[in-house]
């Protein structure tokens, strides 16, 4: 299972972190990605890392304001989001994710959502 955790409210331009503890499964078996859902729109895909080295791949629309990492020893990933802006509110899942190419964006299997929200 994967549990996300470290949303919240944040002003615009701010700073989050969300946390994503996995356990109940090989750590190595599967790349680990985040995720966003805006209500009433599809989820979608914004990061992923390979379990097994250090390949990451982003999407364009957070590329350079948001940094994926982990930590093999707790078996966690990480998404630090920095720049934040209005339309980065959504609730924001943890997913295992395919391995192929280091990670994609596939998921698996999901963790339960945080919610972020950027408003003044």
């Known amino acids: 299972q994967l549990q996300a955790s470290g949303g919240g409210l944040v002003q615009p331009g701010g700073s989050l972190r969300l946390d994503c503890a996995a356990s109940?499964?090989?750590?190595?078996?599967?790349?680990v990605g985040w995720f966003r859902q805006v209500s009433g729109k599809e989820r979608e895909g914004l990061s992923c890392?390979?379990?097994?080295?250090?390949?990451?791949h982003y999407v364009e629309a957070v590329e350079g304001r948001f940094t994926i990492s982990k930590n093999n020893a707790k078996n966690t990933v990480y998404l630090q989001m920095n720049s934040l802006e209005p339309a980065d509110t959504a609730v924001y899942y943890c997913?295992?994710?395919?391995?192929?190419?280091?990670?994609?964006?596939?998921?698996?299997?999901w963790g339960q959502g945080t919610q972020v929200t950027v408003s003044s």
């Open positions: 997913a295992a994710v395919d391995s192929t190419g280091g990670c994609n964006l596939y998921p698996y299997f």
């Open positions: 890392i390979s379990t097994r080295d250090d390949t990451t």
């Open positions: 109940g499964f090989e750590w190595g078996d599967y790349g």
